[in-house]
């Protein structure tokens, strides 16, 4: 099967899951009633993730299937795939049952690393993030904590109407587009715009005033899917050009979450805080917001091209480090 219909098949059975999620879960106990730490106001549906997760899975299994990789220096092989989705199906099953009962915060961060540990296994045995600057338990260490911390702020940055939806697809066309320019192998390019296609289809349900949420069981997998993509992207290819797509959600998650934990708040229970909260309490509506957040990402996603066909990935990730911390500036002091 051609590429063109895999993507087609997935952005169909996307937009019909989570249609059908919709209708599914509007009985009390799938709605995500707001709360003081909300930043919605109505009832809403969650879980649409496991919508986008099952299209997820079909589409990478047929790319899988209907290609060959066999060429390229690092493929991604049978067992290391397989290994993945399964986590990943894991991942989003635990997470399903944590959208319904709130399990341990000690729980989860167990089973996350469990997870990434799992996942830095598989990859290449002489794959070395950081390009044999550290020894090669040192680069594997910092690559496991960056991997779960990336799980983690990808849920904690899910708060309001298409956020997680926007980064995602921003993220992910930054990898076609530099896959396409050649940087990056064919199969990780089409792995990504795979989930290009599912988040697209979602963002059409999720965009302000959303009528489903993506829930745990999309934000915990999806950031494991995505730092998984990232990483084996890097494989071959610059993980600072690679770092610069996210920029935005790394920047507001880890400083929000270092400032909450200087205050011996409790990191892991929800709050209003992020600056896209703080936005939204300085009169920005979600949409607004997100717009914004859209177009700083563009921006992110010109620098890591740049970075790519000029080969200047570390001035280029300082750049989109300065730019965002100025775009923060002005996003939670919106003019009037």
């Known amino acids: 099967m051609s590429l063109i219909y895999i993507l087609i098949l997935s952005f169909i059975i996307s937009f019909l899951g989570v249609k059908y999620l919709i209708k599914l879960f509007s009985s009390k106990s799938f709605l995500d009633i707001p709360d003081h730490r909300s930043s919605h106001t109505n009832p809403t549906p969650t879980s649409a993730g496991l919508a986008v997760v099952i299209a997820s899975i079909i589409g990478f299994l047929l790319i899988y299937n209907s290609q060959d990789f066999s060429s390229w220096k690092y493929p991604v092989t049978h067992c290391e795939l397989i290994s993945t989705l399964i986590t ?65 702020l990808y849920n904690f940055m899910d708060g309001i109407d298409g956020i997680t ?17 050649g940087f990056l192998p064919i199969e990780i390019t089409q792995y990504a715009s795979i989930i290009l296609v599912t988040f697209i289809a979602f963002l059409i349900f999720n965009w302000h005033p ?99 066909l000029y080969d200047c990935a570390t001035s280029m990730i300082i750049i989109a480090f300065v730019e965002t911390i100025i775009f923060i500036g002005f996003l939670i002091n919106p003019k009037k």
């Open 210 to 308: 959303a009528k489903i949420f993506l829930g745990d069981v999309g934000a915990v997998s999806f950031g494991y899917l995505l730092a998984w993509l990232l990483i084996r992207g890097s494989v071959e290819f610059s993980v600072l050009t690679l770092a610069i797509l996210p920029m935005y959600h790394f920047i507001d998650a880890t400083f929000t979450i270092t400032k909450r934990a200087f205050r011996k708040e409790k990191i892991w229970q929800p709050h209003k805080t992020h600056f896209f909260q703080i936005a939204l309490r300085k009169g920005l509506n979600h949409s607004q917001v997100v717009k914004r957040i859209a177009i700083n990402n563009v921006f992110l996603l010109c620098l890591a091209i740049f970075a790519a």
């Open 88 to 152: 990943f199906i894991i991942l989003a099953a635990i997470s399903f049952y944590d959208d319904r009962h709130d399990t341990s915060a000690l729980l989860r961060i167990f089973i996350h690393i469990a997870a990434v540990i799992i996942g830095v296994y598989h990859l290449p045995d002489n794959f070395l993030l950081f390009d044999g600057k550290f020894p090669f338990i040192t680069d594997r260490i910092i690559l496991t904590i960056g991997w779960v911390w990336f799980i983690n």
């Open 165 to 181: 939806a926007t980064e995602t697809i921003t993220i992910t066309l930054g990898m076609v587009i530099i896959g396409a320019l």
